[in-house]
């Protein structure tokens, strides 16, 4: 046995020091390990997907019409009839969600009316998107018979891209500090001077950031709109970029891959592919932007 | 007594304008009606879709028990219509907890991860790319499973076709992984650097400080965060719609092909003719998957709740 | 002689945060142009009982007031106008804000919420208040910059300045040396000496010397309630009425 006053001997490891920290290296490693094996194959997913889409990506792909049935050709009406459905429904979810937000952050108080909202918005969070799609149905093509059309998958996707609106802005909103609100309560600003003056210039770009996912989810949808307005097929002429009106239905790129892929006989073997790599890379395009707005928010904070 | 000071004082400020107070008063009542609209929207949802489930309730052939307990699916069958859903239902429940077994402990470890073992650097990077795979739309996840993941399932494990309940859990969990970890990051985020630092100053290692401090005390966030991923992998459409097959059967194996109720509503809506009852039956299972979803996130929410109110 | 003017007067007033009473029924007058001091140890309900003051308290959910105030003989549950009442009570918070906006529209942000927009009218107003706050000299050059980026003692002062910028005829600070360093509450304390002569001041602090350098009569709050209210003098003598007091100025407790 050892002295237990030696102060050399008095820091060495135990045994039960040393399996300690051998669990500890075990444990580090299998949760990196976790990790990787769910990014690496990823990865590899995406570079298959790529790697088969290839021989059909081209400026031409993105232009051109389908032709044949759709088993060849581009997807042009497909990709101007996403960008319709996105950019109506970010005009009406967008207010909305913003304002709702101001309200849940800014006026509500803490009492049961409110907090019945906020489990709305969590509810509306959780619907499935093929019972919005029923509800975009019931609602809006018969009850209200704006018949199958953009406007109606549009304001289905509104309600449905409404939540996540409301998420992030509130995030955002909250993270103006309380003291500035307070000050400018303090001489005499109401509470929408408060808004209009500190918390919106300073939580804009978080705003802005929430609005983007918001576009980037709208895109990839397709349930919602498949009852509503989203068509197989319209003809189109190339590179129209006013090729439908809002009474109408439209194609849309994540319909249109479902189509391509399940529906269509005899496609061109890299077409749905290069569909889908389209469709992935508008929507991971879009959402680097959104963090990169952040990070850049970030950086340049001003308190 | 400074009374000549006191009333310069008080009016060399004017008064604000009318017009100024009542555009003001208008943003808040519009602000105010924004806010009111999520419970409007709730309600609608349900308003609408129970409307066009309604009529199904005076069919002859519907009977909720059997609608609800039945495996028979035959909506469209001319001599005996049969609406039970059970097989639907089981179809999902045997998707989703496919996907949470792998995705749950996958993670939580990521979480883990995450939080504690890598550098600011590191952390920042993975969770740029968690919030990427977040993005992925469903119809891509379908499509993969579809093509890559469907080839994978057939050269291992020889199964005659690779669009099943294997598959479907497969996607699911890589949908659900995401929304899992960046919950259960949040939850971790969330125990005060204290307890930490406390469990450090006694000798404990990173291991110790993870299995005897952090789990017990994010145990309620994690739940949650596993709640939401069930909510999300319930709820999803497009991805089981194309990877799962469509056999409306309760499968006796993971190679087996299965529908689920949502990849239902989606296959067979557009066939179904307005105003049939196959048409409102199909807007009454819609009614129960809004019931589920609501209830896995009500549950959630009570969960995060109790967090906060501790 | 005859009584001072009295510029606010609270009657019972009782303040609870849900179930929990913060303040118990306090009952005092301050009069016009005094420097009234408030001291006594943290959670004794004075930042709430400011609060209750420029009904900022509205904000917090879970607030319920009773009892009387008035001001200037106005009872302020009762004003319609409550932007106006908070603008004629300035109020300067323990921890110096500046708001993430340029120095010149930190104090220009008042005037221009009522809608003074003339250039000549606010520039005035921003020279006045900047000098009343003794600030001026050091920013005149840079009106431009961020109030974030001043140092905390200027932020400090920059608060008082932005309190000012409305005109009050009352001035409340709250704790307000806390966080800048002896020098400039010195310079400031200056300043509150001469601003008297325009306005009352209510000062909240919890350095009992201050209270005793600048007041000319201070209330003793603790745990809710006001033990004692009288002159500096006798608050801070050797034998003021109750012997809580005295143990609170000497450093005993608290």
Same mark, same amino acid.
């Not at chain 3, 932005?162 to 966080?179: G, W």
């Given at each position: 046995?050892?002295?237990?006053?030696?102060?050399?001997?008095?820091?060495?490891?135990?045994?039960?020091?040393?399996?300690?920290?051998?669990?500890?290296?075990?444990?580090?490693?299998?949760?990196?390990?976790?990790?990787?094996?769910?990014?690496?194959?990823?990865?590899?997913?995406?570079?298959?997907?790529?790697?088969?889409?290839?021989?059909?990506?081209?400026?031409?792909?993105?232009?051109?019409?389908?032709?044949?049935?759709?088993?060849?050709?581009?997807?042009?009406?497909?990709?101007?009839?996403?960008?319709?459905?996105?950019?109506?429904?970010?005009?009406?979810?967008?207010?909305?969600?913003?304002?709702?937000?101001?309200?849940?952050?800014?006026?509500?108080?803490?009492?049961?009316?409110?907090?019945?909202?906020?489990?709305?918005?969590?509810?509306?969070?959780?619907?499935?998107?093929?019972?919005?799609?029923?509800?975009?149905?019931?609602?809006?093509?018969?009850?209200?018979?704006?018949?199958?059309?953009?406007?109606?998958?549009?304001?289905?996707?509104?309600?449905?891209?409404?939540?996540?609106?409301?998420?992030?802005?509130?995030?955002?909103?909250?993270?103006?500090?309380?003291?500035?609100?307070?000050?400018?309560?303090?001489?005499?600003?109401?509470?929408?001077?408060?808004?209009?003056?500190?918390?919106?210039?300073?939580?804009?770009?978080?705003?802005?950031?929430?609005?983007?996912?918001?576009?980037?989810?709208?895109?990839?949808?397709?349930?919602?709109?498949?009852?509503?307005?989203?068509?197989?097929?319209?003809?189109?002429?190339?590179?129209?970029?006013?090729?439908?009106?809002?009474?109408?239905?439209?194609?849309?790129?994540?319909?249109?891959?479902?189509?391509?892929?399940?529906?269509?006989?005899?496609?061109?073997?890299?077409?749905?592919?290069?569909?889908?790599?389209?469709?992935?890379?508008?929507?991971?395009?879009?959402?680097?932007?959104?963090?990169?707005?952040?990070?850049?928010?970030?950086?340049?904070?001003?308190? | 007594?400074?009374?000549?000071?006191?009333?310069?004082?008080?009016?060399?400020?004017?008064?604000?304008?009318?017009?100024?107070?009542?555009?003001?008063?208008?943003?808040?009542?519009?602000?105010?009606?924004?806010?009111?609209?999520?419970?409007?929207?709730?309600?609608?949802?349900?308003?609408?879709?129970?409307?066009?489930?309604?009529?199904?309730?005076?069919?002859?052939?519907?009977?909720?028990?059997?609608?609800?307990?039945?495996?028979?699916?035959?909506?469209?069958?001319?001599?005996?219509?049969?609406?039970?859903?059970?097989?639907?239902?089981?179809?999902?429940?045997?998707?989703?907890?496919?996907?949470?077994?792998?995705?749950?402990?996958?993670?939580?470890?990521?979480?883990?991860?995450?939080?504690?073992?890598?550098?600011?650097?590191?952390?920042?990077?993975?969770?740029?790319?968690?919030?990427?795979?977040?993005?992925?739309?469903?119809?891509?996840?379908?499509?993969?499973?579809?093509?890559?993941?469907?080839?994978?399932?057939?050269?291992?494990?020889?199964?005659?076709?690779?669009?099943?309940?294997?598959?479907?859990?497969?996607?699911?969990?890589?949908?659900?992984?995401?929304?899992?970890?960046?919950?259960?990051?949040?939850?971790?985020?969330?125990?005060?650097?204290?307890?930490?630092?406390?469990?450090?100053?006694?000798?404990?290692?990173?291991?110790?400080?993870?299995?005897?401090?952090?789990?017990?005390?994010?145990?309620?966030?994690?739940?949650?965060?596993?709640?939401?991923?069930?909510?999300?992998?319930?709820?999803?459409?497009?991805?089981?719609?194309?990877?799962?097959?469509?056999?409306?059967?309760?499968?006796?194996?993971?190679?087996?092909?299965?529908?689920?109720?949502?990849?239902?509503?989606?296959?067979?809506?557009?066939?179904?003719?307005?105003?049939?009852?196959?048409?409102?039956?199909?807007?009454?299972?819609?009614?129960?998957?809004?019931?589920?979803?609501?209830?896995?996130?009500?549950?959630?929410?009570?969960?995060?709740?109790?967090?906060?109110?501790? | 002689?005859?009584?001072?003017?009295?510029?606010?007067?609270?009657?019972?007033?009782?303040?609870?945060?849900?179930?929990?009473?913060?303040?118990?029924?306090?009952?005092? !007058?301050?009069?016009?142009?005094?420097?009234?001091?408030?001291?006594?140890?943290?959670?004794?309900?004075?930042?709430?009982?400011?609060?209750?003051?420029?009904?900022?308290? !509205?904000?917090?959910?879970?607030?319920?007031?009773?009892?009387?105030?008035?001001?200037?003989?106005?009872?302020?549950?009762?004003?319609?106008?409550?932007?106006?009442?908070?603008?004629?009570?300035?109020?300067?918070?323990?921890?110096?804000?500046?708001?993430?906006?340029?120095?010149?529209?930190?104090?220009?942000?008042?005037?221009?919420?009522?809608?003074?927009?003339?250039?000549?009218?606010? !520039?005035?107003?921003?020279?006045?208040?900047?000098?009343?706050?003794?600030?001026?000299?050091?920013?005149?050059?840079?009106?431009?910059?961020?109030?974030?980026?001043?140092?905390?003692?200027?932020?400090?002062?920059?608060?008082?300045?932005?309190?000012?910028?409305?005109?009050?005829?009352?001035?409340?600070?709250?704790?307000?040396?806390?966080?800048?360093?002896?020098?400039?509450?010195?310079?400031?304390?200056?300043?509150?000496?001469?601003?008297?002569?325009?306005?009352?001041?209510?000062?909240?602090?919890?350095?009992?010397?201050?209270?005793?350098?600048?007041? !000319?009569?201070?209330?003793?709050?603790?745990?809710?309630?006001?033990?004692?209210?009288?002159?500096?003098?006798?608050?801070?003598?050797?034998?003021?009425?109750?012997?809580?007091?005295?143990?609170?100025?000497?450093?005993?407790?608290?």
């Amino acid at each position: 046995m050892t002295d237990p006053i030696d102060p050399v001997t008095r820091f060495t490891k135990t045994d039960f020091v040393v399996r300690k920290e051998r669990i500890q290296s075990v444990s580090k490693i299998l949760f990196s390990l976790m990790v990787i094996s769910m990014i690496i194959p990823l990865l590899a997913i995406i570079a298959y997907l790529f790697y088969h889409a290839l021989p059909s990506l081209s400026w031409e792909f993105l232009v051109e019409v389908p032709k044949k049935g759709m088993s060849e050709g581009g997807i042009w009406p497909a990709f101007v009839g996403t960008l319709y459905l996105v950019l109506i429904s970010l005009a009406i979810a967008a207010p909305i969600g913003v304002f709702a937000a101001i309200y849940l952050n800014e006026y509500a108080r803490d009492n049961w009316f409110n907090r019945i909202i906020n489990l709305a918005v969590i509810n509306l969070a959780g619907v499935p998107s093929i019972v919005h799609a029923l509800f975009g149905l019931g609602a809006f093509v018969y009850a209200a018979q704006f018949g199958y059309s953009i406007i109606s998958a549009s304001l289905t996707l509104a309600i449905m891209t409404l939540p996540v609106i409301i998420a992030s802005t509130r995030e955002a909103l909250a993270s103006v500090p309380m003291t500035f609100r307070e000050a400018c309560w303090n001489v005499g600003a109401t509470r929408w001077q408060t808004i209009r003056a500190i918390v919106l210039p300073n939580s804009i770009s978080g705003i802005l950031t929430g609005i983007i996912l918001q576009v980037s989810r709208a895109a990839g949808e397709t349930a919602p709109i498949m009852f509503t307005g989203a068509v197989f097929y319209k003809a189109v002429s190339r590179g129209d970029l006013f090729p439908y009106q809002l009474n109408e239905q439209c194609m849309a790129l994540s319909m249109h891959l479902y189509t391509v892929a399940t529906q269509v006989p005899n496609v061109k073997e890299s077409l749905p592919y290069a569909t889908a790599v389209v469709l992935l890379c508008s929507v991971l395009f879009v959402n680097a932007g959104a963090i990169a707005l952040r990070v850049w928010l970030r950086n340049h904070k001003k308190w | 007594m400074n009374d000549t000071a006191d009333s310069t004082l008080k009016n060399t400020l004017p008064q604000r304008q009318f017009l100024s107070i009542a555009m003001e008063n208008l943003l808040e009542l519009i602000i105010r009606l924004s806010g009111i609209s999520a419970i409007i929207f709730v309600l609608a949802i349900f308003f609408f879709v129970f409307r066009e489930a309604l009529p199904i309730f005076f069919s002859d052939h519907f009977d909720l028990a059997k609608f609800l307990f039945n495996t028979q699916w035959y909506p469209t069958s001319e001599v005996n219509v049969r609406y039970g859903t059970f097989a639907l239902t089981f179809g999902s429940i045997s998707v989703t907890f496919l996907a949470m077994i792998i995705a749950v402990p996958f993670g939580l470890g990521s979480a883990i991860f995450i939080s504690e073992f890598c550098g600011p650097k590191m952390k920042e990077s993975l969770k740029i790319i968690i919030e990427l795979l977040a993005a992925i739309p469903s119809v891509v996840w379908g499509f993969i499973g579809l093509t890559v993941m469907s080839r994978i399932i057939v050269s291992l494990t020889g199964a005659p076709v690779g669009v099943n309940l294997l598959n479907g859990g497969l996607i699911l969990a890589l949908m659900s992984v995401p929304i899992i970890v960046s919950i259960s990051e949040d939850a971790l985020k969330a125990v005060p650097d204290s307890y930490r630092e406390a469990a450090l100053a006694l000798g404990a290692t990173k291991w110790q400080i993870i299995y005897r401090v952090l789990l017990p005390s994010a145990k309620n966030g994690l739940l949650a965060a596993v709640l939401l991923g069930i909510g999300r992998a319930v709820g999803e459409t497009m991805a089981v719609l194309m990877a799962t097959g469509h056999a409306v059967q309760i499968p006796h194996g993971p190679l087996d092909s299965v529908r689920t109720l949502t990849a239902n509503i989606a296959a067979e809506l557009g066939e179904a003719s307005a105003g049939s009852d196959h048409y409102h039956v199909l807007f009454l299972t819609g009614i129960l998957l809004f019931i589920i979803t609501f209830a896995v996130n009500l549950t959630a929410d009570l969960v995060i709740r109790g967090i906060r109110r501790k | 002689m005859t009584p001072p003017e009295k510029t606010i007067e609270i009657e019972n007033l009782r303040l609870a945060y849900g179930v929990k009473e913060v303040i118990h029924s306090v009952t005092f !007058d301050i009069y016009r142009n005094e420097i009234f001091g408030i001291i006594g140890p943290s959670q004794s309900g004075k930042t709430s009982l400011l609060r209750c003051l420029n009904r900022t308290i !509205d904000f917090v959910s879970n607030a319920t007031v009773s009892g009387t105030i008035r001001v200037d003989g106005a009872d302020i549950s009762r004003i319609k106008d409550i932007y106006a009442l908070r603008r004629k009570i300035g109020m300067v918070a323990p921890l110096p804000v500046g708001l993430p906006l340029s120095i010149y529209d930190n104090v220009a942000f008042a005037p221009r919420s009522v809608g003074l927009t003339k250039k000549d009218d606010l !520039d005035e107003i921003v020279e006045r208040c900047l000098k009343q706050a003794a600030l001026w000299d050091e920013v005149k050059d840079r009106l431009g910059t961020l109030g974030t980026a001043l140092s905390g003692g200027q932020q400090q002062r920059l608060t008082i300045a932005r309190a000012l910028s409305h005109q009050p005829q009352i001035l409340c600070l709250d704790e307000f040396s806390i966080a800048i360093d002896p020098v400039t509450t010195m310079r400031i304390e200056d300043v509150l000496k001469e601003l008297r002569n325009d306005i009352t001041i209510i000062l909240v602090t919890n350095l009992t010397q201050q209270a005793r350098r600048l007041a !000319d009569r201070t209330m003793f709050l603790c745990n809710g309630d006001c033990i004692e209210l009288d002159s500096t003098e006798n608050i801070f003598s050797d034998n003021p009425q109750y012997a809580k007091t005295y143990e609170y100025v000497n450093g005993i407790f608290g």
